[in-house]
Structure formats: C-alpha cells, structure tokens
C-alpha cells in the first residue's frame, strides 16, 4: 500500500537533548525519502532526504538513518532548540516522470525551555 | 529569489459554491503539486501539473482540477464545494521532469473554510 505511518504523534524534550523522530513506511519500492518540518501558519519546509541505497546521512544538526530491512526512518535532532518545536513529516516520493509525495500523519515535537 | 507564492491566504465560501486558488512557483521550477492538508493530519496529494498537462493524480474527486500556465503557474479548482473541503491547501513546486528525486518547495497555502 502507499502510507507512511509515525510510531509517536507527539515528542516533548528538553532543550539541549537530542530528538528522535521515527517513521514507518509501507512501499517497498520507494527509493527516495524526505522529512519536512512545519511551524505554525506555513507550509512545510525540507530539512533532510535520502535515498534508498543509503542508510545514514547528515546535515546540520540533522540526520536521517534508514533501515530498509523493517522499512523504518528517522530524523535525529542534536542540542534540540526552542526553534525546533514545530510538526515534523516524513514522506516518500512515488513513481517517476510523473511523482507523488505521500505524507506521514505529523509529529509534533515540543522543546522545553 | 522569491518562494513559491499562493493567492489569495484566506477564503471563506459557501457549501455548493466554486473555488479557484492559485500558485506562483519559485522561481527556476516548472512542475508544480497540490496538496490537501486537513487540521492535525499530512499533506494529501492532489495533483501534478508539468508542461501544462496532468501527469499524476491522487484520490480526489473530479470536483478538483486544476491547470498550469506556460509560465509555470497554476490553478487549483473545485466545483460543488462541500464542508468536508475546508483545508489548507498548500502547493508545491521542483524542478524538471524527474524532480521525483527532489523535495518540494512549498507555499504557505490558502486556508479554504466553506460553511
């Protein structure tokens, strides 16, 4: 089927912990994956993607491990900030030529002053 | 440079009335998405327009179509509009024809209320 499911909807953490986001996706021929972040009032904004035949990348602050053995991804947030409080989505993108992104339901990640 | 760009923010429109919403992508790309976004859920695809055609579709109604412009601009349509259409619809742009390997560039959308 085409979903991509999160295990927690809501995730609150102290500032200056690490976040750990987790997702489950369903398409086994899915090859490119995305995590957006969206605050209040805007729509999403990319943060970190990777494709199938990798399985760890990282940005700035960010990093996204895939595991496509249990067809599972996460986003890890390092020195969680007040800024990053927002809802975070992890998506797939679907065919070629012609795509759709298929959206996670959203967690909604809280960061305690 | 600027973003993608959506007009109008806000809308409020009657059950059975018809709604176009609209879409600037940023600025170098020529495919543009809609997305349906409900409150407390995902974005859900509606469409993709690239040289002016549909190429991909989601699970929505016929009520909901839309066109590209040859200078990259869309619009989303929908016909019969029903309470359960109150969403913000969000559109989303990339670049090429096998952007499918790229994220998206979103717009901050148009929140649509129809009562």
């Known amino acids: 089927g085409e979903s991509v499911g999160l295990h927690l909807p809501t995730l609150s953490v102290q500032e200056g912990d690490n976040s750990i986001i987790n997702c489950a996706y369903s398409?086994?021929?899915?090859?490119?994956f995305i995590w957006y972040k969206q605050e209040s009032g805007k729509g999403p904004q990319f943060i970190i993607d990777?494709?199938?035949?990798?399985d760890k990348r990282q940005g700035q602050r960010v990093t996204v491990l895939l595991n496509k053995t249990v067809k599972h991804l996460s986003l890890q947030i390092a020195a969680t900030q007040p800024g990053d409080s927002a809802v975070y989505f992890c998506a797939e993108n679907i065919g070629t030529g012609g795509f759709k992104t298929i959206f996670g339901a959203g967690t909604r990640l809280f960061v305690k002053a | 440079d600027a973003g993608v760009t959506q007009s109008p923010t806000h809308l409020i429109k009657t059950r059975g009335q018809q709604v176009t919403l609209r879409c600037s992508p940023k600025s170098g790309h020529d495919t543009v998405s809609w997305y349906q976004q409900a409150l407390g859920q995902g974005p859900q695809f509606i469409f993709q327009y690239y040289e002016e055609e549909e190429r991909q579709r989601g699970n929505f109604p016929d009520r909901f179509s839309g066109h590209q412009y040859p200078n990259y601009s869309s619009e989303l349509n929908v016909n019969a509009l029903l309470l359960g259409d109150s969403a913000l619809y969000l559109c989303?742009?990339?670049?090429?024809?096998?952007?499918?390997?790229?994220?998206?560039?979103f717009g901050n959308g148009t929140r649509l209320t129809v009562t």
């Open positions: 398409n086994s021929a899915s090859d490119y």
């Open positions: 989303a742009s990339s670049q090429g024809q096998n952007s499918y390997n790229s994220p998206l560039h």
């Open positions: 990777i494709r199938s035949n990798m």
